[in-house]
Protein backbone atom coordinates (compact mmCIF):
# COMPACT_ATOMS: atom_id res chain seq x y z
CA UNK A 1 0.00 0.00 0.00
CA UNK A 2 1.06 3.51 -0.52
CA UNK A 3 1.39 6.09 2.50
CA UNK A 4 0.57 9.27 1.10
CA UNK A 5 3.34 12.24 1.41
CA UNK A 6 45.07 -10.57 -37.75
CA UNK A 7 42.97 -7.25 -39.22
CA UNK A 8 40.52 -10.06 -38.26
CA UNK A 9 41.94 -10.75 -34.95
CA UNK A 10 42.74 -6.38 -34.87
CA UNK A 11 39.07 -6.01 -35.61
CA UNK A 12 37.73 -7.81 -32.96
CA UNK A 13 39.89 -6.89 -30.21
CA UNK A 14 38.65 -3.24 -31.09
CA UNK A 15 35.54 -4.41 -30.99
CA UNK A 16 35.71 -5.96 -27.69
CA UNK A 17 37.23 -3.23 -25.95
CA UNK A 18 34.87 -0.84 -27.18
CA UNK A 19 31.98 -3.34 -25.73
CA UNK A 20 34.18 -4.11 -22.08
CA UNK A 21 34.97 -0.17 -21.85
CA UNK A 22 33.23 2.49 -20.54
CA UNK A 23 30.56 3.75 -23.30
CA UNK A 24 31.70 6.16 -25.98
CA UNK A 25 29.41 8.80 -26.91
CA UNK A 26 28.78 6.54 -29.77
CA UNK A 27 27.59 3.55 -28.13
CA UNK A 28 23.89 3.29 -27.50
CA UNK A 29 24.10 -0.29 -26.00
CA UNK A 30 20.04 -0.58 -24.63
CA UNK A 31 16.72 0.42 -24.31
CA UNK A 32 16.93 4.11 -23.85
CA UNK A 33 20.75 4.29 -24.00
CA UNK A 34 23.41 2.71 -21.57
CA UNK A 35 22.06 3.92 -18.88
CA UNK A 36 18.52 3.29 -19.33
CA UNK A 37 17.38 7.36 -19.18
CA UNK A 38 17.18 8.36 -22.24
CA UNK A 39 20.33 10.85 -22.51
CA UNK A 40 22.33 11.52 -25.11
CA UNK A 41 26.48 12.46 -25.09
CA UNK A 42 28.15 13.91 -27.19
CA UNK A 43 25.36 15.36 -29.81
CA UNK A 44 24.91 19.05 -30.07
CA UNK A 45 22.07 20.47 -32.41
CA UNK A 46 23.55 22.61 -34.80
CA UNK A 47 23.05 26.37 -34.69
CA UNK A 48 21.15 27.47 -36.58
CA UNK A 49 19.87 23.99 -36.98
CA UNK A 50 19.69 22.80 -40.94
CA UNK A 51 16.36 22.85 -43.25
CA UNK A 52 16.93 19.13 -43.74
CA UNK A 53 18.63 16.24 -43.22
CA UNK A 54 20.78 13.99 -44.86
CA UNK A 55 20.06 10.67 -45.95
CA UNK A 56 23.15 8.36 -45.57
CA UNK A 57 21.64 5.12 -46.05
CA UNK A 58 18.25 2.94 -46.08
CA UNK A 59 17.85 -0.72 -46.09
CA UNK A 60 15.13 -3.22 -45.70
CA UNK A 61 15.20 -5.14 -42.34
CA UNK A 62 11.81 -6.32 -41.42
CA UNK A 63 8.75 -5.25 -39.31
CA UNK A 64 8.90 -4.47 -35.77
CA UNK A 65 8.68 -1.81 -33.27
CA UNK A 66 11.97 -2.62 -31.59
CA UNK A 67 15.06 -0.29 -31.15
CA UNK A 68 18.25 -0.39 -33.18
CA UNK A 69 21.31 -0.73 -30.34
CA UNK A 70 24.70 0.49 -31.60
CA UNK A 71 28.48 -0.27 -30.35
CA UNK A 72 31.86 -0.45 -31.73
CA UNK A 73 30.71 1.12 -34.70
CA UNK A 74 27.84 -1.70 -35.77
CA UNK A 75 24.42 -1.73 -35.39
CA UNK A 76 22.05 -4.30 -34.18
CA UNK A 77 18.77 -5.01 -34.39
CA UNK A 78 15.78 -7.55 -34.45
CA UNK A 79 13.09 -7.97 -36.83
CA UNK A 80 10.75 -9.79 -38.44
CA UNK A 81 10.79 -11.25 -41.91
CA UNK A 82 7.60 -13.29 -42.70
CA UNK A 83 7.31 -16.11 -40.08
CA UNK A 84 10.64 -15.52 -38.75
CA UNK A 85 12.63 -13.03 -36.05
CA UNK A 86 15.36 -12.02 -37.89
CA UNK A 87 18.83 -10.62 -35.65
CA UNK A 88 20.81 -8.65 -37.42
CA UNK A 89 24.21 -6.84 -37.16
CA UNK A 90 25.09 -3.91 -39.95
CA UNK A 91 28.10 -1.53 -40.43
CA UNK A 92 27.05 1.79 -39.10
CA UNK A 93 28.74 3.83 -41.95
CA UNK A 94 27.24 2.44 -44.76
CA UNK A 95 24.66 -0.24 -43.65
CA UNK A 96 26.10 -3.76 -44.92
CA UNK A 97 25.12 -7.14 -43.55
CA UNK A 98 27.96 -8.33 -41.37
CA UNK A 99 25.92 -10.84 -39.82
CA UNK A 100 22.11 -12.75 -39.38
CA UNK A 101 20.66 -14.76 -36.93
CA UNK A 102 17.01 -16.26 -38.11
CA UNK A 103 14.76 -18.81 -36.19
CA UNK A 104 11.42 -19.89 -36.78
CA UNK A 105 8.51 -17.63 -34.63
CA UNK A 106 5.19 -17.98 -35.85
CA UNK A 107 2.70 -15.80 -33.55
CA UNK A 108 -0.51 -15.01 -33.55
CA UNK A 109 -0.86 -11.28 -33.20
CA UNK A 110 -4.08 -10.04 -30.83
CA UNK A 111 -6.87 -8.64 -33.07
CA UNK A 112 -6.98 -5.01 -30.72
CA UNK A 113 -3.14 -4.89 -31.72
CA UNK A 114 -3.32 -5.89 -35.46
CA UNK A 115 -2.31 -2.59 -37.32
CA UNK A 116 1.20 -2.91 -34.68
CA UNK A 117 1.65 -6.38 -36.91
CA UNK A 118 3.81 -8.98 -35.15
CA UNK A 119 6.52 -7.70 -34.01
CA UNK A 120 9.14 -7.41 -32.32
CA UNK A 121 8.92 -4.35 -30.13
CA UNK A 122 12.26 -5.60 -27.62
CA UNK A 123 14.88 -3.41 -27.65
CA UNK A 124 18.04 -5.29 -27.48
CA UNK A 125 20.99 -5.26 -24.99
CA UNK A 126 24.69 -5.32 -25.95
CA UNK A 127 27.25 -6.28 -23.14
CA UNK A 128 30.47 -8.04 -22.87
CA UNK A 129 30.69 -8.89 -25.82
CA UNK A 130 26.94 -10.36 -26.08
CA UNK A 131 23.95 -9.09 -27.57
CA UNK A 132 20.49 -10.28 -26.04
CA UNK A 133 17.35 -10.08 -27.64
CA UNK A 134 13.94 -10.36 -26.61
CA UNK A 135 11.24 -12.10 -29.30
CA UNK A 136 7.47 -11.50 -29.38
CA UNK A 137 6.37 -14.87 -28.17
CA UNK A 138 8.77 -14.88 -25.59
CA UNK A 139 11.79 -16.34 -26.62
CA UNK A 140 14.96 -14.74 -25.30
CA UNK A 141 18.81 -15.43 -27.06
CA UNK A 142 22.10 -14.28 -26.24
CA UNK A 143 24.74 -13.94 -29.42
CA UNK A 144 27.66 -13.53 -29.55
CA UNK A 145 28.51 -9.83 -31.16
CA UNK A 146 31.01 -10.58 -33.35
CA UNK A 147 30.56 -13.26 -35.23
CA UNK A 148 26.42 -13.92 -34.61
CA UNK A 149 26.78 -17.31 -33.36
CA UNK A 150 24.44 -18.23 -30.69
CA UNK A 151 25.63 -18.79 -27.16
CA UNK A 152 22.31 -19.57 -25.83
CA UNK A 153 18.02 -19.37 -26.12
CA UNK A 154 15.27 -19.74 -23.87
CA UNK A 155 11.83 -21.03 -24.74
CA UNK A 156 9.34 -20.60 -22.07
CA UNK A 157 6.44 -22.49 -23.94
CA UNK A 158 7.02 -25.94 -21.39
CA UNK A 159 6.58 -24.10 -18.38
CA UNK A 160 4.13 -21.42 -19.30
CA UNK A 161 0.48 -21.77 -21.18
CA UNK A 162 1.46 -18.40 -22.48
CA UNK A 163 4.68 -16.71 -23.51
CA UNK A 164 3.86 -13.36 -23.57
CA UNK A 165 1.39 -11.21 -22.50
CA UNK A 166 -1.94 -10.31 -24.59
CA UNK A 167 -0.25 -8.00 -27.09
CA UNK A 168 3.10 -9.32 -27.17
CA UNK A 169 6.09 -9.25 -25.61
CA UNK A 170 7.61 -5.75 -25.22
CA UNK A 171 10.15 -5.32 -22.41
CA UNK A 172 13.35 -4.99 -23.06
CA UNK A 173 16.19 -6.83 -21.30
CA UNK A 174 17.98 -5.56 -18.22
CA UNK A 175 21.68 -7.12 -18.55
CA UNK A 176 24.09 -5.78 -15.56
CA UNK A 177 26.34 -7.42 -13.25
CA UNK A 178 26.50 -10.55 -15.18
CA UNK A 179 22.69 -11.08 -14.87
CA UNK A 180 20.16 -10.88 -18.40
CA UNK A 181 17.29 -10.06 -16.76
CA UNK A 182 13.63 -10.42 -17.84
CA UNK A 183 9.64 -10.99 -16.94
CA UNK A 184 8.52 -14.35 -18.89
CA UNK A 185 5.51 -15.85 -18.84
CA UNK A 186 2.11 -14.62 -19.87
CA UNK A 187 -1.34 -13.40 -18.49
CA UNK A 188 -1.87 -14.24 -14.93
CA UNK A 189 0.77 -16.18 -14.98
CA UNK A 190 5.14 -15.32 -15.19
CA UNK A 191 8.47 -14.77 -13.36
CA UNK A 192 10.72 -11.91 -13.47
CA UNK A 193 13.64 -13.97 -13.96
CA UNK A 194 17.08 -13.29 -13.96
CA UNK A 195 19.56 -15.56 -15.97
CA UNK A 196 23.48 -15.76 -16.02
CA UNK A 197 24.97 -14.22 -18.78
CA UNK A 198 27.50 -16.59 -19.70
CA UNK A 199 24.75 -20.33 -19.87
CA UNK A 200 21.73 -18.71 -19.06
CA UNK A 201 20.95 -20.27 -15.91
CA UNK A 202 18.41 -19.23 -13.52
CA UNK A 203 19.48 -17.30 -10.95
CA UNK A 204 16.62 -16.12 -9.26
CA UNK A 205 12.93 -15.94 -9.86
CA UNK A 206 9.82 -14.09 -8.47
CA UNK A 207 6.52 -15.53 -9.66
CA UNK A 208 4.32 -12.91 -7.81
CA UNK A 209 2.80 -11.20 -11.06
CA UNK A 210 2.40 -11.87 -14.76
CA UNK A 211 4.65 -9.71 -16.81
CA UNK A 212 3.60 -6.22 -18.58
CA UNK A 213 5.02 -4.53 -21.51
CA UNK A 214 7.29 -1.74 -19.60
CA UNK A 215 11.03 -2.41 -18.95
CA UNK A 216 12.85 -2.80 -15.87
CA UNK A 217 15.47 -0.76 -14.58
CA UNK A 218 18.52 -1.03 -11.64
CA UNK A 219 18.06 1.45 -9.09
CA UNK A 220 19.90 1.79 -5.45
CA UNK A 221 17.12 3.27 -3.26
CA UNK A 222 16.30 2.96 0.41
CA UNK A 223 20.03 1.57 0.62
CA UNK A 224 19.04 -1.51 -1.37
CA UNK A 225 19.98 -2.36 -5.22
CA UNK A 226 16.51 -3.77 -6.70
CA UNK A 227 14.92 -4.38 -10.15
CA UNK A 228 11.91 -1.79 -10.60
CA UNK A 229 9.83 -2.64 -13.21
CA UNK A 230 5.11 -2.22 -13.66
CA UNK A 231 4.15 -6.07 -14.46
CA UNK A 232 0.64 -6.82 -15.35
CA UNK A 233 -0.99 -5.67 -12.33
CA UNK A 234 1.28 -3.97 -9.97
CA UNK A 235 4.61 -1.93 -9.41
CA UNK A 236 7.37 -3.92 -7.92
CA UNK A 237 10.52 -3.49 -6.44
CA UNK A 238 12.79 -6.97 -5.83
CA UNK A 239 15.85 -7.34 -4.32
CA UNK A 240 18.66 -7.50 -7.55
CA UNK A 241 21.23 -9.97 -6.21
CA UNK A 242 18.17 -12.76 -4.84
CA UNK A 243 14.76 -11.54 -6.30
CA UNK A 244 13.19 -10.83 -3.21
CA UNK A 245 10.31 -8.73 -2.82
CA UNK A 246 11.23 -5.52 -1.16
CA UNK A 247 7.80 -3.71 -1.63
CA UNK A 248 4.87 -3.82 -4.41
CA UNK A 249 2.40 -0.90 -5.55
CA UNK A 250 -1.45 -2.38 -6.80
CA UNK A 251 -1.06 -0.55 -10.58
CA UNK A 252 -4.07 -0.90 -13.13
CA UNK A 253 -4.41 0.26 -16.41
CA UNK A 254 -7.37 -0.36 -19.17
CA UNK A 255 -7.01 -3.44 -20.66
CA UNK A 256 -3.90 -3.95 -18.52
CA UNK A 257 -1.19 -2.25 -20.69
CA UNK A 258 1.29 -1.27 -18.25
CA UNK A 259 4.22 0.10 -20.39
CA UNK A 260 5.81 2.75 -19.17
CA UNK A 261 8.93 2.32 -17.67
CA UNK A 262 9.81 3.96 -14.33
CA UNK A 263 11.65 7.19 -14.44
CA UNK A 264 14.07 7.60 -10.92
CA UNK A 265 14.24 11.56 -10.22
CA UNK A 266 16.83 11.95 -7.47
CA UNK A 267 15.29 9.32 -4.81
CA UNK A 268 11.84 9.55 -6.21
CA UNK A 269 10.74 6.99 -8.53
CA UNK A 270 8.19 8.36 -11.47
CA UNK A 271 5.33 6.38 -13.13
CA UNK A 272 2.09 6.53 -15.04
CA UNK A 273 0.17 4.40 -17.04
CA UNK A 274 -2.90 4.76 -19.74
CA UNK A 275 -5.50 7.40 -18.13
CA UNK A 276 -3.95 7.08 -15.02
CA UNK A 277 -1.84 10.24 -13.74
CA UNK A 278 1.22 10.85 -13.42
CA UNK A 279 2.78 9.00 -9.44
CA UNK A 280 6.24 10.35 -7.84
CA UNK A 281 6.93 7.86 -4.57
CA UNK A 282 9.68 8.26 -2.57
CA UNK A 283 11.09 4.39 -0.63
CA UNK A 284 11.70 4.89 2.62
CA UNK A 285 13.09 2.02 4.75
CA UNK A 286 11.75 1.62 8.82
CA UNK A 287 12.33 -1.54 10.73
CA UNK A 288 13.81 -3.32 8.17
CA UNK A 289 11.10 -2.35 5.37
CA UNK A 290 10.73 -0.56 2.73
CA UNK A 291 7.78 1.45 1.80
CA UNK A 292 6.57 3.20 -0.83
CA UNK A 293 5.36 6.80 0.34
CA UNK A 294 3.61 9.07 -2.28
CA UNK A 295 5.20 12.62 -2.70
CA UNK A 296 3.35 14.09 -5.79
CA UNK A 297 0.34 13.29 -8.37
CA UNK A 298 -0.53 15.29 -11.36
CA UNK A 299 -3.68 14.62 -12.94
CA UNK A 300 -3.07 16.82 -15.79
CA UNK A 301 -0.90 14.24 -17.97
CA UNK A 302 -1.02 10.51 -19.00
CA UNK A 303 1.60 8.38 -20.29
CA UNK A 304 0.52 5.83 -22.46
CA UNK A 305 3.47 3.94 -24.21
CA UNK A 306 5.64 6.82 -24.56
CA UNK A 307 8.70 7.16 -21.42
CA UNK A 308 9.81 10.52 -20.16
CA UNK A 309 12.94 11.69 -19.52
CA UNK A 310 14.39 14.03 -17.16
CA UNK A 311 16.99 17.35 -17.76
CA UNK A 312 18.13 18.87 -14.63
CA UNK A 313 15.17 19.58 -12.33
CA UNK A 314 12.72 18.95 -14.90
CA UNK A 315 10.60 16.09 -16.93
CA UNK A 316 9.92 16.14 -20.45
CA UNK A 317 7.17 13.48 -21.87
CA UNK A 318 4.66 12.70 -23.86
CA UNK A 319 1.07 13.00 -22.78
CA UNK A 320 -1.75 10.56 -24.48
CA UNK A 321 -4.30 13.54 -23.76
CA UNK A 322 -4.84 16.08 -26.62
CA UNK A 323 -4.11 13.49 -29.07
CA UNK A 324 -0.50 13.63 -28.37
CA UNK A 325 0.95 16.12 -26.36
CA UNK A 326 4.04 17.52 -24.82
CA UNK A 327 4.83 18.55 -21.60
CA UNK A 328 7.01 20.20 -18.82
CA UNK A 329 6.72 19.07 -15.11
CA UNK A 330 9.20 19.96 -12.34
CA UNK A 331 10.75 17.27 -11.10
CA UNK A 332 10.93 17.66 -7.78
CA UNK A 333 6.84 19.09 -7.06
CA UNK A 334 5.35 17.38 -9.90
CA UNK A 335 3.91 21.12 -11.13
CA UNK A 336 3.15 21.56 -14.73
CA UNK A 337 5.33 24.02 -16.16
CA UNK A 338 3.74 23.46 -19.82
CA UNK A 339 1.87 21.59 -22.07
CA UNK A 340 1.91 21.77 -25.44
CA UNK A 341 -1.25 22.61 -27.21
CA UNK A 342 -1.34 18.69 -28.54
CA UNK A 343 -2.18 16.77 -31.88
CA UNK A 344 1.20 15.21 -32.41
CA UNK A 345 -0.13 11.72 -32.48
CA UNK A 346 -0.40 8.70 -30.67
CA UNK A 347 3.44 8.41 -29.48
CA UNK A 348 6.06 10.08 -28.95
CA UNK A 349 9.65 8.78 -28.25
CA UNK A 350 12.27 11.30 -25.88
CA UNK A 351 15.56 11.81 -25.65
CA UNK A 352 17.23 14.69 -23.84
CA UNK A 353 20.67 16.04 -25.98
CA UNK A 354 21.55 18.41 -23.57
CA UNK A 355 20.91 21.19 -25.98
CA UNK A 356 17.85 20.38 -27.05
CA UNK A 357 15.05 17.42 -26.10
CA UNK A 358 14.22 15.49 -29.26
CA UNK A 359 11.06 13.59 -29.81
CA UNK A 360 9.85 11.43 -32.73
CA UNK A 361 6.15 11.04 -33.33
CA UNK A 362 4.63 7.80 -34.84
CA UNK A 363 3.93 9.84 -37.48
CA UNK A 364 7.73 10.16 -37.80
CA UNK A 365 8.19 13.60 -37.45
CA UNK A 366 11.58 14.57 -35.42
CA UNK A 367 10.64 17.61 -33.25
CA UNK A 368 13.92 19.40 -31.29
CA UNK A 369 12.27 21.53 -28.71
CA UNK A 370 13.85 24.07 -26.12
CA UNK A 371 14.70 22.38 -22.68
CA UNK A 372 13.18 25.33 -20.82
CA UNK A 373 10.49 25.45 -18.12
CA UNK A 374 9.10 28.47 -19.22
CA UNK A 375 7.52 27.55 -22.40
CA UNK A 376 7.55 25.16 -25.52
CA UNK A 377 9.30 26.00 -28.57
CA UNK A 378 10.21 24.53 -31.22
CA UNK A 379 13.73 24.69 -32.86
CA UNK A 380 13.73 22.48 -35.78
CA UNK A 381 11.26 19.73 -37.77
CA UNK A 382 12.14 17.17 -39.41
CA UNK A 383 9.77 14.23 -41.53
CA UNK A 384 12.46 10.83 -41.38
CA UNK A 385 10.20 7.78 -42.97
CA UNK A 386 7.58 7.47 -45.44
CA UNK A 387 5.80 5.02 -42.43
CA UNK A 388 5.28 4.78 -39.05
CA UNK A 389 7.83 4.49 -36.46
CA UNK A 390 7.00 3.47 -33.15
CA UNK A 391 10.89 2.49 -32.17
CA UNK A 392 12.48 4.69 -30.17
CA UNK A 393 15.34 5.92 -32.23
CA UNK A 394 19.20 6.69 -31.49
CA UNK A 395 21.01 9.84 -31.90
CA UNK A 396 25.00 9.51 -32.10
CA UNK A 397 27.30 12.22 -32.78
CA UNK A 398 26.19 14.03 -35.81
CA UNK A 399 23.91 11.22 -36.71
CA UNK A 400 20.41 9.51 -35.98
CA UNK A 401 19.44 6.10 -36.62
CA UNK A 402 15.32 5.60 -37.24
CA UNK A 403 13.37 2.21 -37.87
CA UNK A 404 10.06 2.38 -39.11
CA UNK A 405 7.78 -0.34 -40.18
CA UNK A 406 10.03 -2.46 -42.10
CA UNK A 407 13.12 0.06 -42.87
CA UNK A 408 16.50 1.16 -41.54
CA UNK A 409 18.15 4.50 -42.12
CA UNK A 410 20.48 6.96 -40.81
CA UNK A 411 20.90 10.30 -41.33
CA UNK A 412 23.06 13.25 -40.64
CA UNK A 413 22.85 16.77 -39.39
Known sequence: MIRRFSATLLSLAVFFCAT??????????????PARDGKVHGFVLPTPPPGELKSLWKIAVGEGHSSPVVAGG?????????EDEVVLCVGLERGEEIWRGTYKAPYEVDGA????????????????GRLYTFGIGGILSSFDAASGSLKWRKDFSSEFTATSPQFGTALSPLVE???CIVHVGGRDQGALRAFGVDGGDVKWS????????????????????????QTQKRLVGVAFESGRLLWSIPFRTDYEQNSVTVVPFRDFL?????????????LERNDGKISPVEVWRNQEISL?????????????????????????????????????PGGLGDNGSLLATGSAVAVLTS????????????????????HVAASPTWAHPVILPGRILVKDKSHLSLWMF
Open 206 to 229: WTGDGPGYASPIAVTLAGEKQVVT
Open 74 to 82: RVYLIARQG
Open 177 to 179: AGL
Open 270 to 282: IYSGYHQPAVAIR
Open 363 to 382: GADLIFFRPDGKSFESLAKY
Open 304 to 340: FLSTPVVDGDRVFGFSERKRGQLFCLDGASGKTLWLQ
Open 113 to 128: ARDHGKGPKSTPALAG
Open 20 to 33: ASPTAASDWTGWRG
